[in-house]
């Protein structure tokens, strides 16, 4: 009898936030942010979804996937925690059905590098995310780049887990740390991530489908989803970079250029970003290691992993970009880290472009592409997204699943970001002269 009355209750569907706060957001606009796999969504209007931790959100995105692929992000409006069934169904059906990702013939192997920088806050919910991976043979490298406490290492230490080693690298800047984490790993695929990320539980077994596409892939990325939006600098943050909802697996080969790609092999922004890539670590040495006069910590400020990207498919290797290998990323959430970051932003891309203009084969290569580079800088125009982003009707016919961002005077200072940018552009240009002077320095020092 009581099987059978609870065969009869409506479906219950709880989904989680992939990122937690300490505190409920005061922004009106504030979106819950979360995910739904297709088996969850209730068959018919008299279930219910509940959403976690939902209070102080008036809308919700949830990115929508069918196993591991993921298939696009709906918008909903949130009303007392709850998603309306029919709503949810509704833009759930109007999204494509996509293929899914190969499986491999085994798993690999595989070292995650994650590094850091005095930031022990957040590692601590990126790490946990990693030790719940569900492949079978992983290694989590942490290195504490030029740290100016033990708070990392401390932390590292308390897991007590043998697949967690910590490396310290005492030369500031990403590169330097990065090519760190490939010495000490001891496997052929090293995945990278970020100390302000959650890693999807299958991240590595999406990887590992990304080499699957091609013998010679050497680099895979993934999808990088925002997975907070309480403020409104996450959301400009969010509708402005395409790598937070760019849903279409593609491989990236130079003999093969993408009609819809004018820009390859320097639409750098196709290729992925830095909290979520992975390579063979043959590939990494073949390439001279990442560059160390790039790459945030030093005074070009960014631009590391672009270079990687770029020099890949300038080999005549593939790139895969793998959507279903998934993390959640945490943007800056106010207007002064946002700057600091627009101007890292410049200043590395300056730098990676000053570099491209000094081999005569990439310049030649940039050169013809040029007047479309420059109209996107100026503009900010990105490449058309590729993904299925759904507005499911609101209660009210005037009244907007997402709020839009409408703040006269935030909106005054994100328009200044813009030149903020293009003006560390032009100093990055310098600023990579002088970060090659400092290491070739740092080079003859250690041949001594």
């Not at 040495?285 to 945030?296: K, P, Q, R």
């Not at 080999?315 to 959430?333: D, I, K, T, Y």
């Not at 499911?392 to 709020?403: D, G, H, L, R």
Request: glycine share 8%; aromatic share 6%; charged share 25%.
């Amino acid at each position: 009898m009581t099987d059978t009355i609870q065969r009869s209750l409506p479906p219950r569907v709880e989904l989680a936030r992939p990122m937690s706060s300490a505190a409920d957001p005061t922004w009106t606009g504030a979106v819950w942010v979360g995910a739904v796999d297709l088996a969850e969504v209730p068959g018919d209007d008299a279930g219910t979804v509940l959403l976690d931790d939902a209070a102080g959100h008036r809308s919700a995105r949830l990115l929508v996937r069918d196993g591991v692929a993921p298939l696009g992000f709906v918008d909903l409006p949130v009303s007392d925690g709850t998603l309306d069934v029919a709503a949810l169904r509704a833009a759930v059906a109007a999204l494509p059905a996509v293929p899914q990702p190969p499986i491999p013939v085994r798993l690999p192997s595989t070292s995650v590098v994650l590094c850091t920088r005095d930031r022990a806050d957040q590692l601590g919910a990126a790490l946990d995310s990693l030790l719940a991976l569900d492949h079978p043979d992983f290694e989590v490298v942490i290195v504490d780049n030029a740290p100016s406490d033990e708070s990392t290492r401390l932390l590292v230490d308390a897991l007590d887990d043998e697949r967690v080693r910590y490396v310290r690298e005492p030369v500031p800047g990403l590169s330097s740390a990065r090519n760190a984490g490939v010495r000490a790993a001891r496997y052929e695929i090293v995945a990278f991530t970020d100390d302000d990320v959650v890693v999807d539980r299958s991240w590595l077994r999406a990887v590992a489908s990304g080499f699957s596409r091609g013998d010679d892939v050497v680099c895979v990325s993934g999808l990088v989803a925002s997975g907070e939006l309480r403020t409104p600098t996450q959301r400009y943050f969010d509708e402005r970079v395409t790598w937070s909802r760019n849903l279409e697996p593609r491989v990236h080969r130079l003999s093969a250029p993408p009609a819809d790609r004018p820009l390859f092999p320097f639409a750098v922004g196709d290729y992925g970003t830095g909290a979520n890539f992975a390579m063979r670590r043959s590939a990494i040495t073949e390439l001279g290691g990442f560059d160390e006069a790039l790459g945030v910590g030093t005074v070009t400020g960014g631009g590391e992993d672009i270079d990687m990207f770029a020099r890949v498919v300038l080999s005549g290797a593939a790139l895969v970009v793998e959507p279903a290998a998934l993390v959640w990323h945490r943007h800056r959430a106010d207007l002064p880290a946002l700057r600091k970051q627009a101007e890292g932003y410049g200043t590395g891309l300056g730098a990676w472009l000053t570099k491209i203009a000094l081999h005569p084969h990439t310049l030649g290569m940039a050169l013809q592409r040029a007047p479309r580079a420059v109209r996107h800088l100026l503009t900010g125009t990105a490449a058309e997204p590729t993904t299925a982003q759904v507005e499911a009707p609101a209660p009210a016919a005037t009244e907007a699943v997402t709020a839009p961002l409408d703040d006269a005077a935030f909106l005054r200072e994100v328009g200044r970001m813009r030149w903020v940018e293009l003006l560390a552009v032009g100093r990055g240009v310098l600023r990579y002269a002088r970060s090659r002077r400092t290491v070739r320095a740092r080079e003859r020092t250690a041949d001594r």
